[in-house]
């Protein structure tokens, strides 16, 4: 299967703990999104990577959010002293430069207690 | 208010009608537009571009009017599998190509 990769699929983690997802995009895309989507709502933009740039960064994303995509390939959200606010499905999305369908991974579902 | 606003639902149905979805937003610089179908606990996948000439895909159909900054979605026969949740999206050509989505409206197809 080559569509968007993330893991963990589930992670249930205390307040103040850290936590490090990874999205791993088709191969040949060069873009690549983040979101976060909470019940009954759709998805938010978080952050995006033109290969390794990342290029905009939502003012959602408090100083306790970081991400990186190292040599543009996969990339990783890192959470640092969770909040039980943080918790939502963590969505990965990833398009080439020719075209704007998104392709998403399942997401990381994030549980703060 | 936000950038996409739509409906949230739930629209009951039964098989076989035909029923319509809105979505309005705001940014007149918005370029481009989708439907995207979110299924229960799933991601997000893309059902169909909005065209401003209107487009067709079997019994979806969307259609886009930039005038009243609004795009629709009509779906006939309705079928018991498309009973998911569909998200208007909007992207705006600077420097960041995103995806901005509503929070979606809810379809429930009934027997």
């Known amino acids: 299967d080559t569509g968007v990769s993330q893991n963990p699929r589930h992670k249930i983690t205390k307040r103040g703990q850290n936590v490090t997802f990874r999205c791993d995009p088709i191969s040949e895309h060069n873009r690549l999104y983040w979101y976060r989507q909470t019940l009954g709502q759709g998805p938010e933009f978080l952050t995006y990577?033109?290969?390794?740039?990342?290029?905009?960064k939502s003012r959602l994303l408090s100083d306790r959010f970081s991400a990186e995509r190292p040599k543009g390939s996969f990339s990783t959200l890192e959470i640092q002293r969770t909040e039980q606010g943080d918790s939502a499905m963590y969505l990965c999305?990833?398009?080439?430069?020719?075209?704007?369908?998104?392709?998403f991974g399942s997401g990381t579902q994030l549980s703060v207690l | 208010r936000k950038e996409v606003e739509q409906d949230p639902g739930p629209f009951n149905v039964p098989e076989g009608a035909t029923v319509a979805f809105n979505c309005t937003y705001s940014n007149s610089a918005s370029q481009s537009f989708f439907w995207y179908r979110q299924d229960c606990r799933k991601e997000p996948k893309l059902l169909m571009s909005v065209y401003s000439s209107g487009n067709e895909d079997g019994r979806f159909t969307a259609q886009l009017n930039r005038a009243s900054q609004y795009i629709s979605l009509l779906i006939r026969d309705s079928k018991l599998s498309d009973s998911a949740t569909y998200l208007c999206v909007v992207t705006r050509m600077d420097s960041s190509y995103k995806l901005i989505f509503g929070s979606g409206t809810r379809l429930l197809v009934r027997p």
């Open positions: 990577f033109q290969n390794e740039a990342q290029l905009e």
């Open positions: 999305a990833s398009s080439s430069a020719y075209n704007e369908k998104l392709f």
